[in-house]
Nanobody
């Protein structure tokens, strides 16, 4: 099993930056990809960015050019650098992992990001 803990959320003004971190523990060598999702009140959880063990990245159109996902080896830790933040980026951000699976089967507890206008 894999356990994930996020950190780095907070309150920032529009146009500002935040960096989220996700630390994995447990059977980290089973991880083949890591990702960030977010969920705003009243909305479904949506994909923000992913990174595979091979280093391939993928981004939601809404964050391309503003957010960057990175990791030394796509396992631990994984970061999400968020620049040029907008009020619509306000959400709870969740770290996720694919561990011995093609589906996202490990989740963190979430960290709140609030962007004020």
């Amino acid at each position: 099993q894999v356990q994930l803990v996020e950190s780095g959320g907070g309150l920032v003004q529009a146009g500002g930056s935040l960096r989220l971190s996700c630390a994995a523990s447990g059977n980290i060598f089973s991880i083949n990809a890591m990702g960030w999702y977010r969920q705003a009140p009243g909305n479904q959880r949506e994909l923000v960015a992913t990174i595979t063990h091979g280093g391939s990245t993928n981004y939601a159109d809404s964050v391309k050019g503003r957010f960057t996902i990175s990791s030394d080896n796509a396992r631990n830790p994984v970061y999400l650098q968020m620049n040029s933040l907008k009020p619509e980026d306000t959400a709870v951000y969740y770290c996720a992992a694919r561990a011995n699976s093609i589906s996202w089967n490990s989740w963190g507890q979430g960290t709140q990001v609030t962007v004020s206008s």
